[in-house]
């Protein structure tokens, strides 16, 4: 157990729908970030949040959007779901952010996995 | 920006023999460059990461790394591998986010 939960662990939906995924970080950790694995483009960064606030942006679709929770857990939320959507989502979390000093490793939790029909 | 490349998708490797997962980086200033590891169905776990200092870093299961600047190269080493090393090895380089390399799976076969 690497101390970062992901909520749910698969989710079979259909295209269309909205669906969020929420992740509680390892205790101390701050920082929050999310990524998307597919088979065809391996490992993209999505964003990253740090303390409740926005950090960095990635390649993140205009349909989802993602926050972190004065708890400091977060939500990744996609809707008008397509096919292509379909992946595993990867929530780490680290102390610090990566754009500060140090060399930040990052955390990951076991991933959601999004099946859209 | 930082990027990191990893030139080989598959690796194939007889357990026993040593291994070799390359990793080239593209960055600006000094890397932090790291190694991580994901097994089936688990994310992604640290095995290793060079901030400065001396060129070969250790880390996790016997796993270690050198870092050549002239090359900008930062490949993964394993004198002796296992079968129980097969899994997907990721090349990650710290940016304002951690950008990572597409991933090589290695196999080693007993």
């Known amino acids: 157990d690497s101390g970062v939960t992901q909520t749910p662990k698969h989710l079979i939906t259909a295209t269309g729908q909205r669906v969020t995924l929420r992740c509680s970080p390892r205790s101390g950790d701050l920082s929050v970030y999310w990524y998307q694995q597919s088979l065809d483009q391996g490992l993209q960064f999505l964003i990253q949040?740090?303390?409740?606030?926005?950090?960095a942006k990635g390649n993140i679709l205009e349909r989802f959007s993602a926050q972190q929770f004065p708890d400091l857990h977060s939500e990744l939320n996609l809707s008008s779901l397509e096919l292509g959507d379909s992946a595993l989502y990867f929530c780490?979390?680290?102390?610090?952010?990566?754009?500060?000093?140090?060399?930040?490793?990052?955390?990951f939790g076991a991933g959601s996995r999004l099946t859209v029909l | 920006a930082q990027s990191v490349a990893q030139p080989e998708d598959q690796v194939n490797v007889a357990e026993g023999n040593p291994l070799t997962v390359k990793c080239t980086y593209s960055?600006?200033?000094?890397?932090?460059l790291f190694w991580y590891v994901q097994y089936p169905n688990r994310g992604l776990q640290f095995l290793l990461k060079y901030i400065t200092g001396d060129n070969l870093v250790k880390g996790s299961y016997g796993f270690e790394a050198e870092f050549n600047k002239s090359q900008t190269s930062f490949h993964l080493k394993k004198p002796s591998a296992l079968v129980s090393d097969s899994a997907l090895y990721f090349c990650?380089?710290?940016?304002?986010?951690?950008?990572f390399g597409a991933g090589t799976r290695l196999t080693v076969k007993p």
């Open positions: 990650a380089v710290r940016d304002n986010d951690m950008r």
């Open positions: 780490a979390s680290s102390v610090r952010w990566t754009g500060s000093s140090g060399a930040n490793v990052l955390t």
């Open positions: 960055v600006s200033g000094n890397p932090y």
């Open positions: 949040y740090y303390n409740g606030e926005e950090r």
